[in-house]
């Protein structure tokens, strides 16, 4: 079985820096979208007074007025209110603050009188006096009641009879759709806000206590017509923008605290500039040590791909070795079986060589005993000839086994029991002569 290999993760990555970079680059975003939005802060603050606090003041001819198409009008077919902040500066027959048409919807007339949808209500005489601030409301549902409030409280009430809200009209302020001199206005308006429900007695007055400079109407998600949209509108004659004096703040200390702010701003854009160079400069050294350990990083990356192939080299020797070392291993085991049945043959032949020793070691005894026998009569006896032969076969018998020579072991003892065999044979003949 081979070796498994495993590539060393390394310490640092590509993607590392790259996800550095990227950081960076968000930093980036974030102080450029920063500087953005102080420029936008700076534009909005360049003039004498915000969308919000200022107020529309209309001449007193027929041709001072503001016009638009709002669009869409579906959200107020069946309720609506139209609140807002005026001034009264004419005296005419007529004065009409709002006139949409065809829609049959008319804030003013004869004493402030208003219709809505055919439904006609007089509150003459009911509005604050000449040439001073004040609140109004009118309010309608459709097949209900058509309600008008002044400064919070309610001045007025009549059924409605229409249902429904004519689309596709035309929004003017300051006059009526015919443009006579009967209908001028001739006054000042703020915060006139047209909602899409009815709103309560609650929050109208809520409205009025705020006061003419807040901006609690805003809370309203219903208020569809905005006073900051209609500030955006064609204007025709002369009709001017200004800042009511109420609202604490008049141009010259808003031109003063306009400067201050430039001022202020200016400061820390200068600052985020500041932040921003110091940044670049770290980013372009971070970039430079990116690219340095990009470098060392592939140059890692070659080395390990070389000590893999070596790695791969080596395990493949290594397979070879053992696949070597398993074949080696079954021939020792097959030389194994053939030790152990020459080691058996070897106990046998031990056996058998103990046995021709003591034959051997008897045969010896008897012919030291013959020593003491005169030579000549040994010479002419027939059995020394046998004795003299067993001691001489005894010596080669010796040598034979020293040297392992077990071939001649087995002759040796062949001759042992032939001369055995002889020297019986001998001794019955000797036994004959004598009888």
Known sequence: KGLPLQRPTPVLSTSYFCRLLILVNFRIAMM??????????????????????RALSFGRTSADYVQFQPGDMSPFSTSFTICSWMKRLHDASYP????????????????????????????RGRYAGFKQWFHYCLSIVARGTLRVYVNGAQSGST?????????????????????STGYIFGGQLHKLNWYSEE?????????????????????YSSREIKWELILTKQRYGNVTEFLPTECGVDRKTKLEETDVKHATIEQKLQEVTETLNDTLTELNGTKAECMESKIVLQEKETKLNSTEQKLQEVTETLNDTVAELNGTKAECMESKIVLQEKETKLNRTEQKLQEVTETLNDTLLEARSLETVSRWDVLFTPPYLNKLFTRQLYNQLIDWVMMEDFIGVNVTVGLVEHFKQHHEEQEDHETCDED
């Open 199 to 219: 709103l309560t007695s609650s929050q109208i007055r809520e409205m009025y206590e705020a006061g003419l400079c807040s901006t609690v109407e805003e809370e």
């Open 32 to 53: 450029i979208t920063f500087i953005v939005t102080l420029s936008l802060v700076c534009a909005l603050s360049s003039s004498s007074d915000g969308l919000k606090v």
């Open 159 to 179: 059924s409605a009879s229409t249902s429904w809200l004519t689309m596709g009209g035309t929004i003017t302020l300051g006059n009526s759709e015919s443009m």
């Open 96 to 123: 009409i603050v709002l006139n949409y048409n065809p829609g049959h919807v008319i804030v003013g007339g004869d004493g402030y009188w208003n219709s809505a949808i055919k439904s006609y209500l007089n509150v």
